[in-house]
């Protein structure tokens, strides 16, 4: 059995933010595998389905980024998931625009969806996705900018990466996460 986690924030008003493309590739990733995503538990949105025999639960957290632990703790403990059959997918500011990252275990990098999964979980060794947003220009806070939408410009490029963070994940579910790390971490790669 394999827990996705898709970091981001409820409500139409974040939908197209920096910050939620996690909620993204959670969305692709039920479309992919025609998973519906309509039960509410765990306070989070999710859905399950079978893989080529696997098990797979998706999870969108509804709790807003700060507090992504307070869904995911729940959702690790009543489906009884080991730590490394969980895989999280996230945005980055230390990533540019469209990069990929796939790493088994690490710090929070000053993500607070992150934070607040090590402190729930009490453990930093899930994996996670890791999608490139870049960091802001001039003089716009961070909070400001993770909450803003991706440029015109942008869009296309991170919507490839989403698709890669997807195929990413299939290749985890369907092999090895090594296999995934392998295949996906090349730049601009996948």
């Given amino acids: 059995m394999k827990l996705i986690v898709g970091l981001g924030n409820p409500g139409e008003k974040y939908a197209a933010t920096r910050h939620n493309v996690g909620f993204w590739v959670i969305d692709r990733l039920a479309e992919r595998w025609q998973i519906s ?3 509410s538990k765990w306070k989070g949105l999710t859905g399950s389905g079978r893989v080529m025999g696997e098990r797979v639960v998706l999870l969108k957290p509804m709790t807003y980024m700060n507090l992504s632990g307070e869904s995911v703790r729940p959702a690790c403990d009543w489906l009884k998931c080991d730590i490394e059959d969980v895989a999280v997918v996230c945005d980055d500011l230390d990533l540019p625009p469209g990069q ?12 607070r969806g992150l934070e607040s999964l090590i402190e ?3 453990t930093n060794e899930f994996k996670r996705v ?3 947003i870049g960091h802001p220009a001039g003089r716009m806070p961070v909070v400001d900018y993770v909450i803003s939408p991706f440029t015109r410009e942008e869009r296309p490029l991170i919507e490839e990466t989403v698709e890669r963070a997807a195929e990413a994940i299939h290749q985890w579910v369907v092999s090895t996460f090594d296999e995934a790390m392998n295949r996906f971490n090349r730049r601009g790669t996948g």
């Fill in 37 to 39: 995503m309509n039960q």
């Fill in 100 to 111: 990929l990252r796939l790493r088994k275990k690490g710090s929070s990098g000053g993500h």
């Fill in 120 to 122: 729930h979980l009490g």
């Fill in 130 to 132: 890791r999608i490139g």
